[in-house]
């Protein structure tokens, strides 16, 4: 899908359903990260609301958007603080469930350089099936922008993704976590937003064709590819057309979350009416703060904050 396409189907205003997972995050800060089988002393420890699709959420929603997320936490004491600043920003949980058993954990490792390795517990996220997408988008009017990621059960997902290019529905799929059937999924959404790493695994190519990759795949697909480069900003493609946003210039401190603060400013520019370059750069300034701060969610930045960095630019 081209600029021109892509940025006259969006239908500005409304809300944006994010479809996907719900956890908390438990985050040891250490001096350099484990190697197997080895144990690393120091550091502290903290936790956080977390799980890609909340965060996203959170990332839209502080974005200026109005949002619904839809997902699966446990009846467990971990699901009032997973859903903590989701319901103290706003974001609609009508249509989260409660399931017994546990709410999803991920826990992680950040280094000194702010670099990190991550395991996820998927816990209630499993339980997301493909009823469940149907319950979230089959009323939603054509032009509604949904918003995927792969930490729910891949059967759900898709049938999401199915139900978008049905319904007309704009849809954003960030193929994180990477999982071996990514990309038999990945061709379906509107919007594909991947890391660099990522997007080498799904096109077979490596970096230094990633331009004529990105090409290749945007018309293969007629879909808008976009790929994230961590402090280098962003890429994208469509049919015929290359372009790229900047990062700011920052020293991180942590860089969990940058990825779904991303996807999350993305959405809400492109809900707002922005067009898709001036909604990555929106969402590639906003990602760089969100490296200044520790954690996902907790170091997602206002709106107001992501305005004053752009302002700065200018």
């Not at 898709?158 to 529905?169: F, K, N, S, Y």
């Not at 962003?234 to 920052?250: M, Q, R, S, Y």
Request: proline share 4%; charged share 15%.
């Amino acid at each position: 899908m081209d600029v021109a396409q892509l940025e006259h189907c969006f239908e500005s205003g409304q809300m944006i359903t994010v479809f996907g997972s719900t956890g908390l995050d438990q985050i040891g800060t250490v001096p350099r990260l484990p190697k197997p089988g080895e144990t690393v002393m120091g550091g502290v420890f903290a936790t956080a609301p977390g799980g890609k699709g909340s965060n996203q959420a959170l990332a839209a929603r502080r974005a200026g958007s109005d949002v619904k997320h839809v997902g699966a936490v446990g009846d467990d004491l971990f699901a009032a603080e997973a859903t903590a600043l989701l319901r103290a920003g706003g974001v609609d949980l009508s249509a989260l469930k409660s399931v017994p058993g546990a709410t999803a954990v991920a826990m992680i490792f950040v280094d000194a350089h702010g670099e990190n390795c991550i395991a996820v517990l998927p816990g209630a996220n499993a339980t997301v099936t493909a009823a469940d997408a149907e319950g979230a988008l089959g009323e939603l009017a054509a032009g509604s922008v949904v918003m995927l990621q792969q930490e729910i059960p891949q059967a759900a997902t898709e049938r999401a993704l199915d139900l978008a290019r049905e319904r007309g529905l704009v849809s954003i799929l960030n193929t994180a976590p990477y999982l071996d059937s990514t990309p038999s999924v990945a061709h379906k959404a509107t919007i594909l937003v991947a890391n660099e790493t990522e997007f080498q695994l799904l096109s077979g190519r490596g970096m230094d064709e990633l331009d004529a990759a990105m090409l290749d795949w945007s018309a293969r697909h007629n879909q808008t590819v976009i790929v994230t480069l961590g402090g280098d900003g962003a890429k994208a493609a469509t049919e015929g057309e290359l372009f790229h946003v900047n990062a700011l210039p920052i020293k991180p401190i942590d860089t969990v979350g940058a990825g779904d603060t991303f996807c999350g400013y993305l959405a809400a520019g492109l809900d707002a009416g922005l067009g898709l370059k001036a909604a990555m750069k929106r969402a590639a300034v906003a990602a760089s703060l969100a490296c200044l701060k520790p954690g996902a969610q907790p170091a997602i930045p206002l709106a107001a904050e992501v305005e004053a960095a752009m302002a700065s630019l200018a």
